[in-house]
């Protein structure tokens, strides 16, 4: 069913440090790239999305980076906390399809 | 902001039980709603989009006669999990969105457990 590629699938990062997860889709009709982010026991929350008009969006600490050609956009955390500390789903919609997810630890 | 409300939260009953899991969209309303079906430390699998006022759609491999799905109005869409069996245990998820390419807004989740 995943149409989308994510990883990695686990990362751990030393707070401040930055965060780096990739993903890959498919499907050139998709066009809107969200990422989201969910802790234990709850549902997913938007965290940041683009539309393949841009190649860059940033919103505080975190910037999506979207390559068109290779079909392919990453989520960047700068200066990572431990509050990052969560599982981050990218996705590709019109098809509501999601990446298998990279559980990030930011250690203090 | 949008917010999606999920009920119930945590669903423990007997084996053959049906059990009934309510979205609510509470700001806008919403043609379209998503059901997702996640297990331990795995991702979301989409089940099936429910569509305000006609039949549902599943994907390949979900069972609609199992998980039925009735979206009788533009704020709310119910997911109904007959005759529930152990293997039907997950944390089910439900999304809505104003179209289909705009953000989604997901429920805490229903964690279901059948005993």
């Known amino acids: 069913q995943q149409q989308v590629k994510q990883s990695p699938q686990s990362l751990i990062v030393q707070k401040g440090g930055i965060s780096i997860i990739n993903c890959a889709y498919e499907?050139?009709?998709?066009?809107?790239f969200p990422w989201y982010q969910q802790f234990p026991g709850k549902g997913p929350a938007l965290l940041i999305a683009i539309r393949p008009d841009v190649s860059e969006k940033k919103e505080g600490r975190f910037t999506i980076s979207f390559n068109k050609s290779a079909k392919q956009f990453s989520l960047h955390i700068m200066d990572s906390q431990p509050g990052d500390s969560a599982t981050y789903f990218c996705a590709a919609h019109n098809d509501m399809r999601f990446g298998a997810g990279t559980r990030l630890t930011v250690k203090p | 902001g949008a917010v999606v409300s999920q009920h119930p939260s945590w669903v423990i009953c007997k084996s053959g039980t049906s059990v009934k899991i309510e979205c609510r969209s509470l700001d806008f309303q919403a043609t379209t709603m998503f059901w997702y079906r996640q297990f331990p430390k795995q991702s979301l699998m989409l089940m099936a989009t429910s569509n305000e006022g006609s039949k549902a759609t599943y994907e390949q491999g979900v069972e609609k006669d199992k998980f039925l799905i009735n979206h009788a109005s533009l704020t709310l869409s119910t997911l109904t999990v007959t005759s529930a069996h152990p293997e039907d245990s997950s944390f089910y998820i439900c999304?809505?969105?104003?179209?289909?390419?705009?953000?989604?807004?997901f429920g805490d989740g229903t964690r279901l457990s059948i005993l």
């Open positions: 999304s809505a969105g104003e179209g289909v390419n705009q953000p989604q807004h």
């Open positions: 499907n050139t009709a998709f066009d809107y």
